[in-house]
């Protein structure tokens, strides 16, 4: 159901017209109780299935957005690996730079030396070898000049060998980096995507939890539509015991001397149609048993010498049946009864009867009025036969 379905039909509820029976009004039913309450139910069914799609909509909301949280931890952990790698490459540059600047005065440093030992003139170098006063002499002298150049490569070949690691792992780190980048630019674009899912889901679930409010809201009108028309009920139930109380004292105890029973002989569809709309009226909820009660109560009336002898003018008496005052007889009429209250219908013309009263009231009434273990009576379904 869609939301607007929804909405139009809570609206259509609120807007039913019920007008509260006071001493001169009617109640106007644009719908009986049974149905509001079938509709209500359906009403319910409708809410109960709407929970169960927001319940899974919760739960798929859940697992993209567990889905979403890990790919965007990934996404940050390789950014800061990104970063850390950048930083360290500027690190190493710089260490390669200061390293290429002590190869340059390194190298200025063998240039003077060269220049001094060969460019100063080699006879000076000979003639301090020469005023070496013994071989031993001599020989340590040479060694000392070995040193010195053996040194002068050594930390020549350091410096070179330092500056090619730092390239070398400057390399390694700039294609680290760039695959890092790769690496975080893919899981960034799954990312995205994987947001958009995420806030779908979230507005679906949210769309959804709004058709459950508004189910919630259509069956909170039907509650509200119900107990209005209880409410009316009863005080229309409440306006007609005074008067059947009257038409009670008027005719007097019926003590059982006229005999009610038997078919109907003759009777018309009108006639069955009629009866099968104040039963289905006054006995919608009722058990089948508490149907035919009704009916018995309709057709002793008709057998009654102190009744009208015919259904219609049974059932439209005067003050005598509520349904018939309210207009919900007529919305019956209008729609037709329901099979078995055809049923029973049928069955009370043909002669059945489970009960020889001529009145009835709910029980909640016959309470109220003191009837229940003070008048003789039955009790079929929630009503009292007296």
Same mark, same amino acid.
């Given at each position: 159901?869609?939301?607007?379905?929804?909405?139009?039909?809570?609206?259509?509820?609120?807007?039913?017209?019920?007008?509260?029976?006071?001493?001169?009004?009617?109640?106007?039913?644009?719908?009986?109780?049974?149905?509001?309450?079938?509709?209500?139910?359906?009403?319910?069914?409708?809410? !109960? &299935? +709407?929970?169960?799609?927001?319940?899974? @909509?919760? #739960?798929?909301?859940?697992?993209? %957005?567990? *889905?979403?949280? $890990? /790919?965007?931890?990934?996404?940050?952990?390789?950014?800061?690996?990104?970063?850390?790698?950048?930083?360290?490459?500027?690190?190493?540059?710089?260490?390669?730079?200061?390293?290429?600047?002590?190869?340059?005065?390194?190298?200025?440093?063998?240039?003077?030396?060269?220049?001094?030992?060969?460019?100063?003139?080699?006879?000076?170098?000979?003639?301090?070898?020469?005023?070496?006063?013994?071989?031993?002499?001599?020989?340590?002298?040479?060694?000392?000049?070995?040193?010195?150049?053996?040194?002068?490569?050594?930390?020549?070949?350091?410096?070179?060998?330092?500056?090619?690691?730092?390239?070398?792992?400057? !390399? &390694? +780190?700039?294609?680290?980096?760039?695959? @890092?980048? #790769?690496?975080?630019?893919?899981? %960034?674009? *799954?990312?995205? $995507? /994987?947001?958009?899912?995420?806030?779908?889901?979230?507005?679906?679930?949210?769309?959804?939890?709004?058709?459950?409010?508004?189910?919630?809201?259509?069956?909170?009108?039907?509650?509200?539509?119900?107990?209005?028309?209880?409410?009316?009920?009863?005080?229309?139930?409440?306006?007609?015991?005074?008067?059947?109380?009257?038409?009670?004292?008027?005719?007097?105890?019926?003590?059982?001397?006229?005999?009610?029973?038997?078919?109907?002989?003759?009777?018309?569809?009108?006639?069955?149609?009629?009866?099968?709309?104040?039963?289905?009226?006054?006995?919608?909820?009722?058990?089948?048993?508490?149907?035919?009660?009704?009916?018995?109560?309709?057709?002793?009336?008709?057998?009654?010498?102190?009744?009208?002898?015919?259904?219609?003018?049974?059932?439209?008496?005067?003050?005598?049946?509520?349904?018939?005052?309210?207009?919900?007889?007529?919305?019956?009429?209008?729609?037709?009864?329901?099979?078995?209250?055809?049923?029973?219908?049928?069955?009370?013309?043909?002669?059945?009867?489970?009960?020889?009263?001529?009145?009835?009231?709910?029980?909640?009434?016959?309470?109220?009025?003191?009837?229940?273990?003070?008048?003789?009576?039955?009790?079929?379904?929630?009503?009292?036969?007296?």
């Amino acid at each position: 159901m869609t939301r607007r379905n929804i909405i139009t039909r809570i609206l259509s509820v609120v807007m039913s017209v019920m007008l509260v029976a006071t001493g001169m009004g009617i109640t106007s039913f644009a719908e009986t109780l049974q149905e509001l309450e079938q509709k209500k139910q359906q009403a319910v069914n409708e809410k !109960t &299935q +709407l929970e169960k799609e927001s319940n899974q @909509l919760y #739960a798929d909301y859940k697992d993209v %957005s567990s *889905q979403y949280n $890990e /790919l965007k931890a990934k996404v940050d952990s390789l950014d800061r690996d990104v970063e850390n790698a950048s930083q360290e490459m500027t690190y190493l540059s710089q260490q390669l730079s200061e390293a290429k600047v002590n190869q340059a005065k390194m190298e200025q440093i063998m240039k003077l030396h060269i220049k001094y030992m060969y460019e100063n003139g080699a006879m000076n170098m000979l003639e301090m070898l020469l005023e070496s006063g013994s071989i031993s002499e001599l020989f340590e002298k040479i060694e000392y000049l070995n040193i010195i150049v053996k040194y002068d490569r050594q930390i020549m070949d350091e410096y070179k060998k330092t500056q090619q690691d730092i390239s070398d792992k400057t !390399t &390694q +780190l700039s294609e680290k980096r760039a695959s @890092l980048e #790769a690496q975080s630019n893919e899981l %960034s674009a *799954q990312k995205q $995507e /994987l947001r958009k899912l995420v806030d779908s889901a979230g507005a679906e679930l949210s769309d959804k939890n709004s058709e459950v409010g508004d189910a919630q809201a259509e069956i909170n009108a039907y509650d509200k539509r119900i107990a209005e028309m209880k409410q009316a009920e009863r005080q229309m139930a409440s306006a007609n015991a005074a008067s059947q109380e009257e038409l009670r004292r008027q005719i007097g105890n019926f003590d059982n001397t006229e005999d009610t029973s038997g078919a109907y002989s003759g009777y018309t569809q009108d006639d069955l149609y009629l009866l099968a709309a104040i039963i289905h009226a006054e006995a919608e909820g009722e058990p089948y048993e508490g149907k035919i009660a009704v009916g018995s109560v309709v057709m002793n009336r008709v057998f009654s010498s102190k009744f009208p002898n015919t259904i219609s003018g049974v059932v439209y008496q005067k003050n005598q049946f509520e349904p018939a005052r309210s207009g919900r007889l007529q919305l019956i009429l209008d729609r037709g009864p329901n099979p078995d209250c055809f049923d029973a219908a049928r069955e009370v013309l043909a002669g059945t009867r489970n009960t020889h009263r001529l009145f009835f009231w709910a029980l909640w009434l016959a309470e109220q009025r003191g009837l229940i273990g003070n008048m003789e009576g039955e009790i079929i379904g929630t009503q009292f036969f007296f």
